[in-house]
């Protein structure tokens, strides 16, 4: 499975951003991470294989939302409320299980990461 990650920008404090994972395939759980500058990877969000389940990092609750539209073989990103510390390298990941999980070598296949710059 191929995974292609776009609509990275830059957006200024409190604006939203969604961004989309498209897979060559279909795929099982999905899930989203981010790397800033100098910072180790992250997790951010994780859905499940029907899109019912989806499970957030702490500091994204309550601003961001993971969906997937199965059909599309895609999922997304939508990103409201955004903060400077949002700002990294967005990657979205696969993994052939039912569930997601917020460890990064828990995902098999992984795309190729979209930028997003959140000014002040």
């Known amino acids: 499975v191929q995974l292609q990650a776009s609509g990275g920008g830059l957006v200024q404090a409190g604006g939203s951003l969604r961004l989309s994972c498209a897979a060559s395939?279909?795929?099982?759980?999905m899930g989203w991470f981010r790397q800033a500058p100098g910072k180790e990877r992250e997790f951010v969000a994780g859905?499940?294989?029907?899109?019912?389940?989806?499970y957030y990092a702490d500091s994204v609750k309550g601003r961001f939302t993971i969906s997937r539209d199965n059909a599309k073989n895609t999922a997304y990103l939508r990103m409201n409320g955004l903060k400077p510390e949002d700002a990294a390298i967005y990657y979205c990941?696969?993994?052939?299980?039912?569930?997601?999980?917020?460890?990064?070598?828990?995902?098999?296949?992984w795309g190729q990461g979209t930028l997003v710059t959140v000014s002040s």
């Open positions: 859905i499940n294989v029907s899109g019912r389940f989806t």
């Open positions: 990941a696969s993994r052939y299980y039912y569930d997601p999980a917020d460890q990064g070598g828990s995902y098999d296949y």
């Open positions: 395939g279909r795929t099982f759980a």
